[in-house]
């Protein structure tokens, strides 16, 4: 008999600490799963519109594809073994980078025709199958064993693990649509002022240099300024939540383990 999971209260606390207690010794990998998949897909992108022809080409296509998901299997795998075992020294091989795309492409093998046929039997052999990576990580089942391992824990248990999954995300997801906002609100609020200027200085006629001088040379300074100001905190916020989402997900597969009947 399983017994009762992790509770989404404890997932959220634990999730709220692991933001501010391990954003230092995981920064690397953190900014790494974000930005670096992202840095690869675009050196593969931007010589496409200089070479159109490299858009149809499927080696290019293939060889980028390979880069970009081996990096963000690299960078993840490393971040996901950092909370699993809570080591200062974290190390993702090659080897492992290769096993865990051979598990993605298992579960791909049997999750597509799921999807194609219905969507919620895609759904729930998702979730099934969710595990598969930190099984691998932790107790090296790669595969087959990896993917049947993961049912296995999740089996019986279905609903309990996909509320867990659900809910800390919806708290975040609505957690950083409120900050956002507050301060997308708010640097609309002070462009506005200067960009009316420039607009009224228009409309009565006055030429495109002086109505750019009408908005103050504060207001030039300020934009970008502001605009760097969202950036960073939209990275800062990208990092927080990129943590507490692995905080649950590594919890949520740890009290599987724990709690499985033997």
């Not at 040379?217 to 916020?237: E, M, N």
Request: hydrophobic letters at 55%; a positive charge; glycine letters at 8%.
């Amino acid at each position: 008999m399983n017994q009762p999971l992790i509770g989404i209260d404890k997932l959220l606390s634990e999730s709220w600490n692991a933001m501010f207690k391990e954003w230092k010794p995981t920064l690397g990998w953190t900014l790494g799963a974000i930005f670096v998949p992202v840095l690869v897909n675009l050196a593969f992108s931007l010589p496409q519109i200089a070479e159109p022809a490299l858009a149809e080409n499927v080696i290019y296509q293939l060889v980028a594809f390979i880069l970009t998901y081996g990096a963000s299997l690299y960078f993840v795998a490393g971040l996901y073994r950092y909370f699993l075992d809570k080591k200062s020294e974290v190390k993702v091989s090659f080897q492992d980078v290769v096993a865990l795309a051979w598990i993605c492409i298992l579960g791909g093998l049997l999750l597509i025709p799921a999807f194609l046929l219905f969507v919620l039997p895609g759904i729930w052999l998702s979730i099934m199958f969710y595990f598969a990576i930190p099984i691998y990580l932790k107790e090296g089942k790669n595969g087959w064993q990896a993917l049947k391992t993961s049912y296995g824990l999740v089996k019986g248990r279905w609903w309990a693990t996909f509320v867990r999954l659900l809910v800390p995300n919806i708290v975040y997801g609505i957690g950083v649509s409120v900050i956002f906002g507050i301060i997308a609100a708010a640097l609309i609020a002070i462009a506005s002022v200067p960009i009316s200027a420039f607009i009224y200085a228009l409309e009565q006629g006055t030429e495109q240099s002086q109505a750019m001088a009408a908005m103050g040379p504060i207001a030039l300074i300020g934009l970008p300024v502001g605009l760097l100001i969202f950036f960073v905190i939209a990275v800062i916020i990208s990092v927080l939540v990129t943590l507490a989402q692995t905080s649950v997900f590594v919890n949520i597969y740890k009290s599987l383990s724990e709690t499985a009947s033997k």
